[in-house]
């Protein structure tokens, strides 16, 4: 059996790298930090995700730099150790392409094993890291037909050292995964979100959760995903093209007098795909009901309704709070399975909740 013994040298110390040096900083093996900004390096250093002075040759190196240059340091790494070699890129197919390219044969990227944890954040930079990100998250594991056999052990091992569960994809079937469930969702919301750049205040003045969910993580790094999206173009163009088409006939039908038939086609594919996402621990998703509560914006309401919650003995499966502009008060939304609907209810209203069903 491979070990994961360290040291670890994680090249890049951004949101990722410094959270896995923070993971595995914590598990007592040694890490080192390398970056081509000084300062990030630093600041990794200062907040426990490795040092960047250690001298021992690595067992395992973490490529955990932008996109474009992935490829570029795997090859470097290789050339320069006799470590394994993994990177976090968020896309596989083009660090693989460009290694190539930069070999003499196939064999020189045996100790290459691509890798993706699926974790992240809107923040980036090393003061985002954070030990548990990856903790109960999937981590993807991608080998290539020449990845050494001890390679795929030991990334495997990493993955499971900072807390998260392995799935193993070729490197077509993981791009395509993520520009399903990851790259196509940041654009729907970058265009969603650029339609509110020039709209009056009175408007912006309606929003409610919906439209901070849709645009949630448009608030990522435009530069970074600008990258990411471009490595990933023709997974993600397949997938846009089919978007593109649906458009058309949404547009189409909204054209019509009549329309409900093509339009209610399309909600209620929407919520069949809607209802295949996973549940939390990966779990398949289950029926939930959604009990909404009404909470005065001041300090320990929230921890109140929580500890009264807790008290009705319902399991709160998920939880969302909407802050509707100009209002004191806001919206707490707990879903429970429908068999804790009634004892939640029940407890809530009795202890003074404006409970709403």
């Known amino acids: 059996m491979t070990?994961?013994?360290?040291?670890?040298r994680i090249v890049g110390t951004g949101l990722i790298g410094t959270s896995i040096g923070l993971a595995l900083s914590r598990l007592g093996v040694v890490v080192e930090l390398v970056d081509a900004s000084p300062d990030n390096a630093l600041?990794?250093?200062?907040?426990?995700?490795?040092?960047?002075?250690?001298?021992?040759?690595?067992?395992?190196?973490?490529v955990a730099v932008p996109p474009?240059?992935?490829?570029?340091?795997?090859?470097?790494?290789?050339?320069?150790?006799?470590?394994?070699?993994?990177?976090?890129?968020?896309v596989k197919g083009k660090p693989l392409f460009d290694a190539r390219a930069l070999v003499a044969k196939p064999e020189d990227l045996a100790r290459y094993v691509g890798s993706h944890p699926m974790a992240g954040s809107e923040r980036s930079g090393p003061l985002a890291g954070r030990a548990d990100l990856f903790e109960g998250a999937t981590w993807a594991i991608t080998p290539h037909e020449n990845s050494d056999l001890d390679a795929i052990e030991l990334v495997r091992r990493l993955a499971v050292a900072a807390g998260a569960r392995t799935v193993e994809l070729s490197v077509a079937d993981h791009d395509l995964a993520v520009a399903r469930v990851s790259h196509l969702p940041q654009l729907m919301s970058s265009l969603a979100a650029g339609t509110l750049v020039d709209a009056p205040a009175a408007h912006l003045e309606l929003s409610g959760q919906g439209v901070r969910d849709v645009t949630r993580i448009a608030a990522?790094?435009?530069?970074?995903?600008?990258?990411?999206?471009?490595?990933?173009?023709?997974?993600?163009s397949g997938l846009l093209e089919g978007i593109r088409d649906e458009l058309d006939r949404l547009l189409i039908a909204l054209g019509k007098e009549e329309a409900t038939d093509e339009v209610t086609a399309v909600l209620n594919r929407g919520v069949s795909g809607a209802i295949r996402v996973p549940g939390k621990h990966g779990a398949p998703h289950i029926e939930l009901v959604p009990v909404l509560v009404t909470i005065p914006d001041r300090p320990g309401q929230l921890a109140r309704l929580f500890a009264d919650a807790a008290a009705s003995g319902a399991n709160v499966e998920d939880l969302r709070i909407d802050h509707s502009p100009g209002r004191p008060v806001g919206e707490v939304e707990l879903s429970v399975k429908p068999a804790s609907v009634d004892?939640?209810?029940?407890?809530?209203t009795e202890r003074g909740w404006a409970v709403h069903r």
């Open 3 to 8: 070990e994961l013994r360290g040291p670890v």
């Open 43 to 62: 600041m990794a250093e200062r907040i426990g995700a490795g040092s960047r002075l250690v001298q021992i040759e690595p067992q395992l190196v973490v």
């Open 68 to 90: 474009d240059h992935v490829g570029a340091v795997i090859v470097e790494q290789l050339q320069q150790t006799d470590a394994i070699v993994t990177d976090a890129a968020s």
């Open 220 to 236: 990522g790094d435009p530069g970074l995903w600008t990258q990411i999206v471009s490595a990933n173009s023709p997974a993600l």
């Open 343 to 348: 004892q939640l209810v029940g407890v809530l």
